[in-house]
């Protein structure tokens, strides 16, 4: 489509930037003020930054954070990757419409109630058979996987449909195994849709608090449950410093993800213009 | 791949199946299952559904206290009502400048496209705990707001703005906005133009055109993305209990708050139950057009 955007549309598009990005940018600007009081401006200053380095809680709520969105993104990224294949390549199964539910209904689920189910779940197998013998790093992990999975799962599923299914179908008709279709055309021709699928989970993970409160045990608090215990009574210059440090990375990562998968599209464009000249 | 050896189609299914079988499906079950049992002091804090006695008598107990409760009384009642009509109010809202914001990136031009479509992502990817506490700063009474507003002279007094209703309002449109702008974009970028211009072409002004051709093949769009607002915004802990204060009662809040500090587990269960019932309407339709956009999804 042309450019043709009407005056109102040119407007409403200028407010609704102006409302995502004055509040991030304050946030921003507010993370290099002296003053102890968040929005009195008391000069620039680094030292909100300063404290946080030093800050021993803050350096181990990183750690176990980071540790656990790793180990989260990449199992959900297995994981979502054998349930978009299941739900687009194998046709009809017993039990497809539970499992699409069942991949479908995290995205839109209350964090409270995945967040106490998967508690009293971890609660009533302990009782069963002694394991998880503490809530932390592994439940934290196991409740992520299962909800980032979804996420995953959904983005493999479409970039899978979009793909259709010629070159694998040539493959075959070519002699090719079916597993080396797979491993040789599917994979990775899906590589984008992984990185992005594996940052998506990885985000997600880092961005989790209500979940993370229910399933986690005394001592093991990750970022958010950190920043959130410190911010319930009120303004913290050391989170506006943490939170910018937090917004450049996240920026970072998006836009090394955004590149990978508008360098494809075009990429496979070009292909099809090709192979569309290639036909006349 | 439909020639794929059925192994290895069955190893593909029944990984995810199974994970999501135990740690997704197998969860609600066990809250249902308190949610029927009464409050006791033991570890866990309730009663046993299935009991042996010694003479070998298996009793089964199912308690509905805990429903009648929360029907009753009107705390709970109101909270339900109350979260409901502030989700629906915000859903409206993220519809009613949603909907422009991305019919004006659709009609962007090839290079400005990409680039707006990256500035509506990256806030839904930052982090949601983060962009709730930049409101913070911006409403409260020593906040930005408030000082500019000070220093301009409109006001001598700071307005209260937050731990007020219209903070969780401004809170969850904020948040939630990109879920609403995402897959209405993703509708609308596949319409087919012609049919615009066909529709000028015979003498249909804009708007006419707008409502009678855009608008209906765009409601695919709205229902997901005012599903994808509305289901988790009458959950919504975190927007509340930082924007709302005391003040603002929503159910995703009392549970949470029922749940770590009364510790009265089968209410807790309970409440989420009901809520779970409130949203499954909601939530399967949510899944049908998921399942429809999805091609043989």
Not at chain 2, 73 to 92: A, E, W
Request: hydrophobic fraction near 55%; charged fraction near 15%.
């Amino acid at each position: 489509m042309q450019a043709n955007r009407s005056r109102f549309l040119t407007i409403m598009l200028t407010l609704g930037l102006a409302f995502f990005y004055v509040p991030m940018i304050l946030l921003v600007i507010y993370s290099f003020n002296y003053s102890k009081i968040v929005p009195v401006w008391g000069g620039w200053s680094l030292r909100w930054y300063r404290e946080l380095f030093e800050s021993a809680e803050v350096w181990s709520a990183v750690t176990l954070s980071l540790q656990i969105a790793f180990v989260n993104a990449t199992f959900a990224t297995m994981l979502g990757l054998l349930a978009g294949l299941a739900m687009v390549r194998f046709g009809r199964f017993r039990g497809r419409t539970l499992f699409g539910g069942m991949i479908v209904a995290p995205l839109v689920m209350p964090e409270v109630i995945t967040g106490l189910s998967l508690l009293v779940f971890f609660i009533s197998l302990n009782q069963l058979t002694g394991w998880p013998a503490e809530r932390g790093f592994t439940t934290i992990t196991i409740a992520h996987i299962t909800f980032s999975m979804a996420y995953v799962a959904v983005t493999i599923q479409a970039r899978l449909t979009g793909m259709g299914e010629d070159l694998e179908e040539a493959a075959a008709d070519l002699g090719a195994r079916p597993l080396k279709v797979l491993t040789a055309i599917t994979i990775p021709r899906l590589t984008p849709a992984l990185i992005s699928g594996w940052l998506l989970a990885f985000t997600l993970s880092l961005d989790d608090l209500v979940i993370a409160s229910f399933v986690t045990g005394p001592g093991s608090n990750t970022l958010p449950i950190l920043i959130f215990s410190r911010i319930r009574t009120g303004l913290r210059p050391d989170i506006n410093a943490l939170a910018t440090i937090v917004i450049l990375v996240i920026s970072i990562c998006v836009a090394i993800a955004a590149i990978l998968m508008f360098r494809q599209q075009r990429a496979e464009m070009r292909d099809q213009k090709m192979a569309e000249g290639a036909d006349e | 791949m439909r020639k794929l050896n059925d192994n290895w189609r069955l190893i593909t299914v029944a990984i995810p199946f199974a994970w999501l079988l135990i740690f997704f499906l197998a969860p609600f079950f066990i809250v249902a299952k308190i949610s029927l049992a009464e409050l006791a002091i033991a570890s866990p804090p309730f009663t046993q559904m299935i009991e042996w006695a010694d003479s070998g008598i298996m009793t089964i107990r199912i308690v509905f206290d805990n429903f009648i409760y929360i029907f009753e009384d009107d705390l709970y009642r109101n909270t339900y009502l109350n979260s409901l009509k502030i989700s629906v109010t915000s859903t409206l809202i993220c519809l009613l400048f949603g909907y422009p914001i991305a019919y004006a990136i659709v009609r962007s031009g090839p290079v400005a496209k990409p680039i707006l479509l990256f500035c509506i992502i990256l806030p839904f990817w930052t982090s949601f705990l983060l962009r709730v506490y930049a409101w913070m700063g911006l409403l409260a009474d020593q906040g930005t707001i408030n000082n500019i507003l000070i220093a301009i002279g409109v006001i001598d007094e700071p307005i209260r703005m937050l731990y007020t209703e219209f903070a969780v309002y401004i809170g969850i449109v904020y948040t939630y906005m990109p879920f609403m702008i995402l897959p209405l974009y993703a509708n609308m970028e596949k319409l087919d133009g012609s049919l615009n211009e066909a529709a000028a072409d015979l003498g249909s002004r804009p708007t006419n055109t707008f409502f009678k051709v855009t608008l209906p093949l765009t409601i695919p769009g709205i229902v997901a993305g005012c599903l994808l607002v509305f289901i988790p915004a009458t959950g919504e802990y975190v927007i509340p209990d930082l924007l709302g204060g005391g003040n603002v009662q929503m159910i995703g809040r009392v549970l949470f708050n029922e749940f770590s500090r009364n510790s009265d587990w089968p209410v807790a269960a309970a409440v989420a139950i009901v809520l779970l019932f409130l949203l499954v309407l909601p939530i399967m339709v949510f899944q049908y057009f998921q399942g429809r956009s999805s091609g043989q999804g």
